[in-house]
């Protein structure tokens, strides 16, 4: 009898996953597709791109990904294989973002890391490397970073649209940090 219950509960439970699961999957996307669409304040923000040789591929599929979003986005280079220098395009995307309150860069290297080290020296930028899901919510929720690095050389597309969905629908949580980012363009200066 205890054998029958239990066959039975195992076969309620794949019927059910089986027609349940489907469901739950589109009703999750859907979710995630209005909260997207919500958060962004999507009309208003403009996103600007820009990359090295390194991860000009990755900064293509991610600006596809954005424009296939309806995302006002703006290519800022560099547009082919050959070698440049990072700084040049942090630099660039990192004025753009300042000139253009409420916009937001994304940048992408080799490895995020340079691109970082040099937006976050244009006066009033916020760079944050994403290397993960985690970081990728609390660049905005705690850091409201404005501009977001990745590294091309170190992630996968399906990772790096991943992380610049989940950036995009995190809010700024202000509150305490607020006052932390205060700090922070203190030691910045005037
Ligand atoms: C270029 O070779 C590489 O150094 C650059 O893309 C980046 O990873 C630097 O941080």
Known sequence: MRVASRLFQCY??????VICHPAKSFAKIIKRNDAFMSNVSTASTRFYFGSDHA????KDILLAHAKK????????????D??????????????SVVADPGSLGVLVCGTGIGMSI????????RAALLYNESTA?????HNN????????????????IAWF?????????????SRRLEKIARIEGP
């Open 55 to 58: 991860g000009r591929e990755l």
């Open 137 to 141: 919510r609390l660049a905005r929720q």
């Open 145 to 160: 970073a404005n501009i977001i690095t990745m590294g091309g050389r170190e992630i996968s597309p399906d990772q790096a």
């Open 165 to 177: 969905d989940i950036f995009v629908m995190t809010v700024f949580e202000g509150g305490r940090h």
């Open 82 to 95: 050959d070698s440049v220098d990072y700084p040049d395009y942090a630099e660039k995307v990192g004025r």
């Open 12 to 17: 309620n439970f794949r019927v059910g996953w």
């Open 118 to 125: 040099a937006a976050n020296k244009v006066h009033g930028i």
């Open 69 to 80: 979003r309806g995302l006002a986005s703006e290519d800022l280079g560099t547009y082919t």
